[in-house]
């Protein structure tokens, strides 16, 4: 009994030292995106980086784009849990919405401008179909915020959370890599973003 016990142990250990493996890999590819842009990214500085052999970055990334793939996985994991907390206080659908863009903005600076305009291209190159969207964390809770909102009759009847939601991301992702860089330019789009969002959505 105790020598069968051993092997459920073992196998933990080696999935843990997997995910950490993994996870110096993504550390240490983020930093060289940030240093050389995606396209010119070394590998061989990534592994040194991160300790490991070059078979081991191809073992867990067989490309550059699943590592923007995961990236992306991971950090958009961690607006979802920002927001969801946001959402246990007392709030509207207007400062959801700021506060969506506010976390967007804040995983920009994170990133910098240049892997944040490279991860925002390959979203885009593979848009997620309607049934995708539910695996994205960050559209369910805002699907399901203006769904409550729609329900308690401060939007129209026959406002549909779904699409509401998609075009919403779409488009704040769409003017962050569009409009100029110039802070105050952009302050100034995303507002006029989210008023026009909601006069398409609420009553007069």
């Not at 490279?118 to 190159?125: A, K, T």
């Not at 969207?133 to 009759?153: D, K, M, S, T, Y």
């Amino acid at each position: 009994m105790l020598h069968n016990g051993g092997v459920p142990n073992s196998a933990t250990q080696r999935e843990v030292q997997r995910r950490n493996t993994r996870a110096r890999l993504l550390d240490a590819a983020i930093v060289e995106f940030q240093r050389a842009g995606t396209g010119s990214a070394d590998i061989n500085a990534i592994v040194k980086a991160a300790g490991v052999a070059r078979s081991t970055f191809y073992f867990h990334f067989p490309t550059k784009e699943h590592v923007l793939l995961e990236l992306i996985r991971r950090d958009e994991q961690h607006l979802a849990e920002e927001l969801a907390r946001f959402l246990e206080t007392r709030h509207d659908l207007p400062t959801v919405l700021t506060t969506i863009i506010e976390l967007v903005l804040d995983l920009e600076s994170r990133w910098g401008s240049a892997l944040f305009h490279d991860v925002i291209r390959l979203f885009f190159s593979n848009r997620p179909e309607r049934e995708q969207w539910i695996n994205h964390p960050i559209f369910v809770l805002l699907a399901a915020e203006i769904e409550r909102a729609r329900i308690r009759g401060e939007l129209y009847d026959d406002v549909d959370a779904y699409h509401s939601a998609a075009f919403f991301l779409l488009g704040v992702y769409a003017l962050l890599t569009t409009v100029g860089e110039s802070r105050s330019e952009r302050d100034v789009a995303l507002k006029k973003f989210v008023t026009s969002t909601l006069r398409s959505l609420q009553p007069v």
